[in-house]
Structure formats: C-alpha cells, structure tokens
C-alpha cells in the first residue's frame, strides 16, 4: 500500500517500498509554473542530500529546482518525462514522476505534509 507526502514547496513522495520513493511535482506546482518545456534529471546511483537538487525543471514561466526534502540514491528516472515534459503537465500525480530514491532514512517521511495539511496549506 502507498502512502502519499507532501512538501511545503509542492513536490509529492510517494512510499512505494519500506526505504524507496518516488518523487514528484503536484498539481498545483505543475499550474503555478505554466508549460513546462524542459526537465534535466539526476543520473542513476547519484546521491541527492536533504534539500538538494534532484532535478531542473523550466517552463514558459520560469525555471526552478525539484529538491528533495529527504536525503537519498536515485534508483531510477523517468526517461518519458525527460523526452516530453509537457507530460508533468497532464499527469504530475502519474505519469510524469521524477525520480526513485532509496531514503537514507524512511523514518523521516512522518516529518512530511500528509493530504490533509497539504489540501490546507493550499487552499
């Protein structure tokens, strides 16, 4: 079963395994930056520390920075955002995940946002 976070900063972490995540930007990131035309992601096997840069995200609006809340390995990209990222247009809670991470520690994720404080601090 997954278990959804939240960041101040609008990105999503998804518990997909007991150390492993999977990252992204939610909605209302993807309708503040407008079209989003390029996106750079980290190479596989690189270590991203909390609040570091996990990927380059540029839109039509401005350019701005995926960081991780969370220190930890990328596992994986999503090579289909890199190739098209008006993806994380039209899908960013889906298809147009950023990263897999292995957490350095998966304890920290109940520092995180849950849906409730996230749908407050938006709304």
Known sequence: MSTLKYTE???WLRLDDEDVVTVGIT???QDALGDIVFVQL???G???AEGG???VIE???AAGELRMPLAGTVLEVNQALADAPALANTDPMGEAWFVRIR???PAALSGLLDQDAYD???A
Do not use: G, Q, T, W
């Open 9 to 11: 900063d609008h990105e």
């Open 27 to 29: 909605n209302y990131a």
């Open 42 to 44: 980290p190479e596989i």
């Open 46 to 48: 690189a270590r991203i």
């Open 53 to 55: 840069e996990a990927a």
């Open 59 to 61: 839109s039509v609006k």
């Open 103 to 105: 957490l350095d520690d």
């Open 120 to 122: 407050k601090l938006v």
